[in-house]
Nanobody, 126 residues
Framework: QVQLVESGGGLVQAGGSLRLSCTVS????????MGWFRQAPGKAREFVAA????????SYADSVKGRFTISRDNAKNTVYLQMNSLKPEDTAVHYC???????????????????WGQGTQVTVSS
């Protein structure tokens, strides 16, 4: 059974940084497309970033380009989301997601993913 566990969320002031981690167990991590999504209260879940298991470029939402960086460490079965220059509008529960192989594409839609973590809260104060 594949399990995803996120960590690293918290409260930070605007302009600050956080690094989220998501560790995967129960599957062949090196062959998973990994994604980060977020959901603010009263809003739909939205795409943040995704990274393939191939050597292709990651995908980012326009709202986070230049501020967030997604990366993976296959030896640690972990995907990271480095978040810099945080803004109050980044406040949301952030979720990690995975899909096996996924055609090697860093998918941007939630429906493309098979497995989800429980989420970690990120709160940015102004």
């Amino acid at each position: 059974q594949v399990q995803l566990v996120e960590s690293g969320g918290g409260l930070v002031q605007a302009g600050g940084s956080l690094r989220l981690s998501c560790t995967v167990s129960g599957g062949t991590f090196s062959r998973y497309v990994m994604g980060w999504f977020r959901q603010a209260p009263g809003k739909a879940r939205e795409f943040v970033a995704a990274i393939s298991w191939t050597r292709g470029n990651p995908s980012y939402a326009d709202s986070v380009k230049g501020r967030f960086t997604i990366s993976r460490d296959n030896a640690k079965n972990t995907v990271y989301l480095q978040m810099n220059s945080l803004k109050p509008e980044d406040t949301a529960v952030h979720y990690c997601a995975a899909v096996y192989r996924g055609n090697g594409i860093p998918h941007v839609t939630p429906g493309a993913y098979e497995y989800w973590g429980q989420g970690t809260q990120v709160t940015v104060s102004s």
